[in-house]
């Protein structure tokens, strides 16, 4: 099993209903691709964030789905209009 946590700093000019698009877009993506198998997402409460203002955390049953995330064209039509907005940092690793 992968466990794959990311976080973001928003980009200037990201407005409150963008926020919230992430967040509902990002938890809609469980059940549509295949190996993903839990997904949390959500604003960041932590005094130590460091700026970063949103994170999350997905479960892959495989290092193997957690490759086939990436290209997936669900994920890649996120990604799209996602991108401009953030400062992403991520970090996987094996459970």
Do not use: C
């Not at 005094?47 to 990436?70: D, T």
Request: proline share 8%; no cysteine; charged share 20%.
């Amino acid at each position: 099993m992968i466990i794959h946590t990311f976080a973001f700093r928003w980009k200037p000019g990201v407005t409150p209903e963008q926020k919230q698009r992430v967040i509902a877009e990002i938890r809609n993506l469980q059940g549509r691709i295949p190996g993903v198998i839990e997904t949390w997402v959500g604003e960041n409460i932590s005094p130590r964030s460091q700026g970063y203002e949103l994170g999350g955390v997905m479960k892959f049953e495989s290092r193997a789905a957690l490759e086939a995330y990436s290209p997936h064209p669900i994920h890649q039509e996120l990604l799209a209009w996602l991108m401009p907005l953030i400062e992403p940092l991520e970090v996987d690793f094996e459970a």
